[in-house]
T-cell receptor, first 108, second 113 residues
């Protein structure tokens, strides 16, 4: 079983749609959690950290459920510019473990 | 502010050749790391360093060496290239290891034939 698992997608949604991505992790001792965004043929960049209380940044909301070892990312009012691959990242003691990513395409 | 700079951006090697991927950061970060990214696999950690003079193995270290003689530089050496090492390589740095943002270089697309 992979340590960090994501639905690979692709998710194809129209502009203005709400879309949610899920991520599960296997190590209950994981300490910190992130969502990164990666555009095609580019490097990953931090989208947002994920806190136990949940956090929101504009149209983006991240949630963490430690009991179920589950992280989510919700994107509201999708824009064309949101098209990218979204990587779930879990910090496990001495390294960061990445999910394989979920690909999102937002269409006009 | 350059951030993390990786060179080269593209490279083709023949099986058995060696080469060094360069990585430099100008943010005075202590923690640096190398990842490889393969389709459907996500980024996998090759080696990392928590400071000058200190390196350690990650998830997939075989076939690679690293050194950290300065805070700024963290080169990755392929000892004897194999087709299985065809991948996209990313260098990253962060202020500390746990719970801080990682900044990535632009990546090196390596093909081993």
């Amino acid at each position: 079983r992979k340590e960090v698992e994501q639905d690979p997608g692709p998710f194809n949604v129209p502009e203005g749609a709400t879309v949610a991505f899920n991520c599960t992790y296997s190590n209950s001792a994981s300490q910190s959690f992130f969502w990164y965004r990666q555009d095609c043929r580019k490097e990953p960049k931090l989208l947002m950290s994920v806190y136990s209380s949940g956090n929101e940044d504009g149209r983006f909301t991240a949630q963490l459920n430690r009991a179920s070892q589950y992280i989510s990312l919700l994107i509201r009012d999708s824009k064309l510019s949101d098209s990218a691959t979204y990587l779930c990242v879990v910090n496990m003691m001495d390294d960061m473990r990445f999910g394989a990513g979920t690909r999102l395409t937002v269409k006009p | 502010n350059a951030g993390v700079t990786q060179t080269p951006k593209f490279q083709v090697l023949k099986t058995g050749q060696s080469m060094t991927l360069q990585c430099a950061q100008d943010m005075n970060h202590e923690y640096m790391s190398w990842y490889r990214q393969d389709p459907g696999m996500g980024l996998r950690l090759i080696h990392y360093s928590v400071g000058a003079g200190i390196t350690d193995q990650g998830e997939v270290p075989n076939g690679y060496n690293v050194s950290r003689s300065t805070t700024e530089d963290f080169p990755l050496r392929l000892l004897s290239a194999a087709p299985s090492q065809t991948s996209v390589y990313f260098c990253a740095s962060s202020y500390s290891f746990a719970g801080t943002e990682a900044f990535f270089g632009q990546g090196t697309r390596l093909t081993v034939v």
